[in-house]
């Protein structure tokens, strides 16, 4: 029983397009996450909710929509999709964002745009 | 402001030999660390973490990290590497009152036969 889960796990599209990438966690958690990981491997964090509330917002396209319908989902919508948006989006969770705050990721979303 | 740094950006040991990964961080106040693996295609787990208690912590695995206040750093080991090992490692800082874990930029751990 997958405790973080993404959907769906490879993605490929043309330029342009608009794509949307959901998560569910099982966990029970209050905090989730968007990151994004480019071909270096280097890990950027994108956005968290704490219950259904915005509260990190890193520097990122607006292009770029989470939406949280409840605590348990965190989607990420993509709007206008560019070469540059190429790279590997990781959801994640944890007990509480502002305590020790151990992250549980899921498997990630292989994003490839042409 | 935060900030982690991860010394060099692939090791290769030998199966049996000593692994050390090497993270610096950089924070105005006590820190959280942490250590995190990436098998390929897949996502990331956690090894182990530092939260103000005991500064040599042990994670799964078989590894474990020393947080040194006056050298800033959070090096990972593990006394004798196994082929299983092979994985990208990311260190990670927080801050106590912060919401978002900052990450490093890895180290791919490569095992030789």
Known sequence: DTAVSQ?????????GNDKSIKCEQNLGHDTMYWYKQ?????LKIMFSYNNKELIINETVPN????KSPDKAHLNLHINSL??????????????DGRATGELFFGEGSRLTVL | AQSVTQLGSHVSVSEGALVLLRCNYSSSVPPYLFWYVQYPNQGLQLLLKYTSAATLVKGINGFEAEFKKSETSFHLTKPSAHMSDAAEYFCAVKHSSASKIIFGSGTRLSIRP
């Open chain 1, 63 to 66: 292009r770029f929509s989470p």
């Open chain 1, 82 to 95: 560019e070469l540059g948006d190429s790279a590997v989006y990781f959801c994640a969770s944890s007990q």
């Open chain 1, 38 to 42: 480019d071909s270096k491997k280097f």
């Open chain 1, 7 to 15: 959907t769906p796990k490879y993605l490929v599209t043309q330029m």
